[in-house]
């Protein structure tokens, strides 16, 4: 995985995926502080006002949402990081069948070690090989077939006429 030198390897799945991770982690630090506030005015002697309960609540959990703020990137990083083992292996995949499509040869699947769907690669490469020998045929069988249409109007120009 490090020798990737793109940051982003496929920018929709990716960013999906990062937009996914940052809903569900400004969800979970409202979920936090909605408790916070929520447990400020059920168990605070006195009853506070809402205000005053936000303004405890965020004053207690101060510390802990700066350190949320402040491990985001570190969590997005790694995010992407993930994302690259099964991200790059589609990117490939994606690339050799469009090779392939456009008639080309393109070379065996192979992916970085850590990458995820491994197995895939090895299913493929059995199918390439399949395709690479059913092309090969297929040549082969043009082959004879210009052959035998040559020989063919060679015997036709060759034979008398009646």
């Given at each position: 995985m490090s020798n990737r030198?793109?940051?982003l390897v496929d920018r929709p799945v990716q960013f999906a995926i990062i937009r996914r991770m940052l809903v569900h982690w400004c969800l979970a630090i409202l979920t936090l502080?909605?408790?916070g506030v929520f447990v400020q005015l059920a168990f605070t002697p006195d009853g506070v006002s809402l205000t005053q309960a936000i303004a405890r609540s965020y004053a207690a959990q101060g510390p802990l949402l700066a350190?949320?703020?402040v491990l985001m990137p570190v969590y997005i990083w790694d995010v992407v990081k993930l994302s690259h083992r099964f991200a790059g292996p589609m990117l490939r995949l994606r690339a050799i069948m469009s090779e392939l499509a456009d008639g080309g040869s393109a070379t065996q699947l192979r992916f970085r070690p850590g990458d995820f769907w491994q197995e895939t690669?090895?299913?493929f490469n059995r199918f390439y090989d399949a395709h690479l020998a059913l092309k090969d045929r297929?040549?082969?069988?043009?082959r004879r077939l210009e052959r035998y249409?040559?020989?063919e109007e060679v015997a036709e120009e060759a034979?008398?006429?009646?």
């Open positions: 030198r793109r940051f502080m909605v408790i350190l949320m703020f690669a090895d299913d297929c040549t082969e069988l043009e249409e040559r020989d034979a008398p006429v009646s």
